[in-house]
């Protein structure tokens, strides 16, 4: 993958819970896919970094806030004896708008010299303000392929912690001259009953400039805002349907879940 520039997608989320009533929404929506690296040896272009803009990026929103989440995720991996992902990390997140942040769930692609992957960290925050890292790793890794790690973190007050989750992203191999590309990405949690809820992101990617930033930002105003007013009007909706409401447990003991140490 030999494209290197911050991009900028635009594009839906869409879930569906499939019991014990069924509840689905999709919505527009735009998101960062961002080449730390790279943006450590060249700056951040057309960016907006640890400032105030329509549309910016702050390293203090990842991992343990630090002012370089870079370095946080390089020392994540390390601690987890994951050596070889020594090519670039790309970063697919929700941006700040106007300040604000709402990020559920964050993904960082960490990649070996060879354009391979060795190693996927999902970020996920719940509406409580806690944070855990799932990571995903090992034989089979890779674009188009499913990969599975046990449930340990509470996300939503309608969902107990048991089952998995299934995990599949996709991604064009971006290597034209524009940078322009699709990505998605799939998570699917299944609950002893099987399948439960089923939850994806996606968007046609180009790189980040100021004409882009404006498209985005006009496309979908004040997007923290309503994705937060989302997430509270379906809960609104499950407590309607009679799904059991369940009450948050403690976090893990550890900040980071790894399937296969």
Same mark, same amino acid.
């Not at 520039?5 to 839906?12: A, F, K």
């Not at 960082?108 to 995903?136: K, M, P, S």
């Not at 449930?151 to 089952?163: L, Y």
């Given at each position: 993958?030999?494209?290197?520039?911050? =991009?900028?997608?635009?594009?839906?989320?869409?879930?569906?819970?499939?019991?014990?009533?069924? %509840?689905?929404?999709? +919505?527009?929506?735009?998101?960062?896919?961002?080449?730390?690296?790279?943006?450590?040896?060249?700056?951040?272009?057309? =960016?907006?970094?640890?400032?105030? @803009?329509?549309?910016?990026?702050?390293?203090?929103? #990842?991992?343990?806030?630090?002012? !370089?989440? =870079?370095?946080?995720?390089?020392?994540?991996?390390?601690?987890?004896?994951? /050596?070889?992902? !020594?090519?670039?990390?790309?970063? #697919?997140?929700y941006p700040r708008v106007?300040?604000? /942040?709402?990020?559920?769930?964050?993904?960082?692609?960490?990649?070996?010299?060879?354009?391979?992957?060795?190693?996927?960290?999902?970020?996920?925050? %719940?509406?409580?303000?806690?944070? #855990?890292? +799932?990571?995903?790793d090992g034989q089979g890794?890779?674009?188009?392929?499913?990969m599975q790690t046990s449930?340990?973190?509470?996300?939503?007050?309608?969902?107990?912690?048991?089952?998995?989750?299934?995990?599949?992203?996709?991604?064009?191999?971006? /290597? %034209?001259? =524009?940078?322009?590309?699709?990505?998605?990405?799939?998570?699917?949690? !299944?609950?002893?009953?099987?399948?439960?809820?089923?939850?994806?992101?996606?968007?046609?990617?180009?790189?980040?400039?100021?004409?882009?930033?404006?498209?985005?930002?006009?496309?979908?105003?004040?997007? /923290?805002?309503?994705?937060? @007013?989302?997430?509270?009007?379906?809960?609104?909706?499950?407590?309607?349907?009679?799904?059991?409401?369940?009450?948050?447990?403690?976090?893990?003991?550890?900040?980071?879940?790894?399937? %296969?140490?």
């Amino acid at each position: 993958m030999r494209m290197s520039v911050p =991009l900028l997608g635009i594009g839906s989320v869409r879930h569906t819970r499939l019991r014990p009533a069924r %509840n689905a929404f999709g +919505y527009p929506t735009y998101f960062l896919l961002l080449p730390l690296r790279t943006m450590r040896r060249h700056g951040d272009g057309a =960016l907006a970094r640890n400032r105030f @803009a329509p549309i910016g990026f702050h390293d203090s929103d #990842h991992g343990d806030g630090r002012a !370089d989440c =870079l370095g946080w995720v390089e020392s994540l991996l390390a601690s987890q004896g994951i /050596t070889d992902a !020594d090519g670039e990390i790309w970063l #697919h997140c929700y941006p700040r708008v106007l300040g604000f /942040t709402f990020k559920p769930v964050s993904f960082w692609y960490c990649h070996r010299d060879d354009g391979t992957l060795a190693a996927i960290v999902v970020e996920v925050n %719940n509406t409580f303000g806690e944070r #855990h890292c +799932y990571i995903l790793d090992g034989q089979g890794l890779a674009f188009g392929a499913e990969m599975q790690t046990s449930k340990v973190f509470h996300v939503s007050p309608f969902c107990r912690i048991e089952g998995r989750y299934r995990f599949r992203f996709m991604r064009t191999d971006l /290597t %034209n001259a =524009l940078g322009t590309g699709r990505t998605v990405a799939r998570i699917e949690h !299944d609950d002893a009953d099987g399948p439960l809820i089923v939850t994806s992101i996606s968007g046609e990617l180009a790189p980040i400039t100021p004409r882009r930033i404006r498209q985005a930002f006009f496309c979908v105003p004040f997007m /923290t805002f309503g994705l937060m @007013a989302l997430i509270h009007w379906q809960a609104i909706k499950l407590w309607i349907k009679r799904v059991p409401f369940v009450p948050k447990p403690a976090p893990p003991d550890t900040f980071a879940t790894r399937p %296969n140490p």
